[in-house]
């Protein structure tokens, strides 16, 4: 993955601005954009390209609050429709454009693609700390410009054991569920707040990437997630 320059300390009134570009495996990744959109907390997807890809062979599924597909667009580097020829962009199967649709910072797209050596850019403002809302499914993840630990997106709200993340492998399919606890207590020993699997084995050394995201699932109210701030 190609990482953005490192972030410099310029003085809090101005952006920070920068590009990303991270490589895609084949198959299956959840992909939050690494930046948010200038002077908004929202990142519009025709903002999200893609290049090496050929069209129409690189997808990315948005999906709902119950875990469903609400939308699916196609990636092409050029769009033909009669006599019209449209830019790069996303496209549903219809041919319509992905106009308007927009991501929350930190939320996550399914995005997949079968072909090598395809890329992913995003740009923008560097985010500061990014607080998401966890109401039933949600991909959500590390929308900064910087790698982070997974037990650095932390939880609010949460009952013990009642708040869960999925990570996911290249097919879709779940690699490894965590737990949040506000406190986790085995035997003789109490941990602090943090993820922990099945078993109360906490995941050390499991990183998310800049753009790397995860399945969250909560059926509680006023349950929320954060990632720390990238400046």
Not at 12 to 20: E, K, L, S, T, W
Not at 141 to 167: K, R, W, Y
């Amino acid at each position: 993955m190609r990482s953005m320059p490192t972030i410099s300390s310029i003085p809090a009134i101005f952006p920070v601005v920068g590009y990303q570009t991270k490589d895609a495996i084949s198959g299956f990744q959840m992909v939050t954009p690494s930046f948010k959109n200038l002077a908004t907390e929202s990142y519009p997807i025709d903002k999200f390209t893609v290049q090496g890809a050929t069209d129409g062979m690189t997808s990315i599924q948005v999906l709902d609050e119950n875990g469903l597909t609400k939308g699916m667009y196609y990636w092409y580097n050029e769009f033909v429709d009669g006599d019209t020829t449209y830019p790069a962009g996303w496209f549903d199967a219809l041919g319509v454009e992905s106009a308007n649709i927009s991501l929350e910072s930190g939320v996550a797209v399914f995005f997949y693609t079968e072909e090598s050596g395809v890329t992913i850019q995003s740009a923008g403002e560097v985010p500061g700390e990014i607080t998401k809302s966890i109401s039933g499914y949600v991909m959500f993840g590390n929308g900064s410009p910087v790698s982070i630990d997974v037990d650095e997106m932390t939880v609010q709200g949460a009952t013990d054991g009642m708040t869960s993340i999925q990570v996911l492998d290249a097919n879709g399919l779940t690699d490894r569920m965590y737990y949040w606890y506000n406190e986790f207590t085995d035997g003789g020993t109490t941990y602090p707040a943090g993820w922990f699997d099945a078993l109360g084995v906490e995941p050390a050394n499991i990183k998310l990437e800049p753009g790397a995201a995860v399945f969250f699932y909560s059926e509680e109210a006023n349950v929320s997630a954060t990632v720390p701030s990238a400046l």
